[in-house]
């Protein structure tokens, strides 16, 4: 049986390590939005709504079960759509 033993500076050092990886890529995705270069509604690939559509389920007054397989997404995207929990930007 191999037993590994790890101090606390080593405990530490990877600690500080992910924190530092964590706050660049934090830092590169806040940059990358606040230039515009965020990719949102229609222009996300695989996105598979257009905000005339994202506009016409807020104005829907049924049910997300109903509304959702009209447009091929779940009840819970379409609550979410309502919430402006995605999709914030489309007005």
Do not use: F
């Not at 790890?6 to 230039?35: I, T």
């Not at 949102?40 to 709504?49: D, M, S, T, W, Y």
């Not at 779940?74 to 007005?91: A, C, E, F, G, Y």
Request: hydrophobic share 35%; glycine share 6%; proline share 2%.
């Amino acid at each position: 049986m191999v037993k590994l033993i790890h101090s606390v500076e080593d405990m530490r050092q990877s600690l500080a390590h992910r924190l530092r990886k964590r706050s660049r890529v934090c830092a590169n995705m806040a940059d990358k939005k606040a230039k515009g270069r965020q990719q949102r509604g229609e222009r996300v690939p695989n996105a598979k709504l257009t905000e005339t559509q994202v506009r016409a389920i807020r104005a829907d007054s049924r049910i997300g079960k109903v509304i959702g397989p009209e447009y091929g997404i779940s009840h819970r995207t379409v609550w979410d759509i309502k919430r402006r929990k995605i999709w914030q930007h489309v007005t």
